[in-house]
Every structure is written in structure tokens, then in C-alpha cells.
């Protein structure tokens, strides 16, 4: 499986981007998704991430402002960002479960994810 990760920019505090996470190789039918992001100098850490059965995830950071969402016929996931603030600035990473095999509990780790995309780099001026 092969992610691509696109839609970054560079965008105003406020404003918002829609990242999208493209599949290829396999039709996903079962499968976990996940957005990471890294913030220069600082770790990478969870954003959003959906189940099999489509319940989503979110850090607490982004509740509220970020949805995740996906098009199975498309094989592609989606995080819609809005009100995005300085603090959003990092690259963002799309990365898969496929089939999904870790358990649920840890869907915020890194860990938990086989394929990963290239990232995609999201500034948001202040």
C-alpha cells in the first residue's frame, strides 16, 4: 500500500485546508487511517484517526476543529481543518492499518500503523 499525503500550504490563522490521503496499490475495504503531524523540533504526535467501522479519534488539541473522514470508493481519507491557529503549523503525515491488526486502544501510537505517507506541510501564519 501507498500512501500520498496533499492539500498543504501555507494559510492565515483562521483559515482552514482540507489534507487528503490518497491509497494505491490495494482497495481499501478494511483498514484503519490515521493522521499524524511534527512540529519543527518537536515530536510527532497524533491528530486524528477513524476505525474500521468508522468511529473516529481525535487529540485533544484539534476536537472541535479537525474532522477526519474517508471515501472508500476512492480509497482515500480526509482531514478537513479548520479555525487552524500558529500552533497547527507541522507537517502531516497519513498513515494506514491494513488490514487492521493493532489492537483499538492503541490507534494514537504510531505503532499502530504499518504504511505511511510522505507528509504534507501545513503553515499557519499568525
Known amino acids: 500500500v501507498q500512501l500520498q499525503a496533499s492539500g498543504g500550504g501555507l494559510v492565515q490563522a483562521g483559515d482552514s485546508l482540507r489534507l487528503s490521503c490518497a491509497a494505491s496499490g490495494r482497495t481499501l475495504r478494511n483498514y484503519r487511517m490515521g493522521w499524524f503531524r511534527q512540529a519543527p523540533g518537536k515530536e510527532r504526535e497524533f491528530v486524528a484517526a477513524f476505525s474500521s467501522s468508522g468511529n473516529t479519534y481525535y487529540a485533544d488539541s484539534v476536537k472541535g476543529r479537525f474532522t477526519i473522514s474517508r471515501d472508500n470508493a476512492k480509497s482515500t481519507a480526509y482531514l478537513q481543518m479548520n479555525s487552524l491557529k500558529p500552533e497547527d503549523t507541522a507537517v502531516y503525515y497519513c498513515?494506514?492499518?491494513?488490514?487492521?491488526?493493532?489492537?483499538?486502544?492503541?490507534?494514537?501510537?504510531?505503532?499502530?500503523?504499518?504504511?505511511w505517507g510522505q507528509g504534507t506541510l501545513v503553515t499557519v501564519s499568525s
Open positions: 498513515a494506514a492499518d491494513v488490514p487492521p491488526t493493532a489492537i483499538l486502544s492503541n490507534i494514537r501510537r504510531q505503532s499502530a500503523f504499518d504504511y
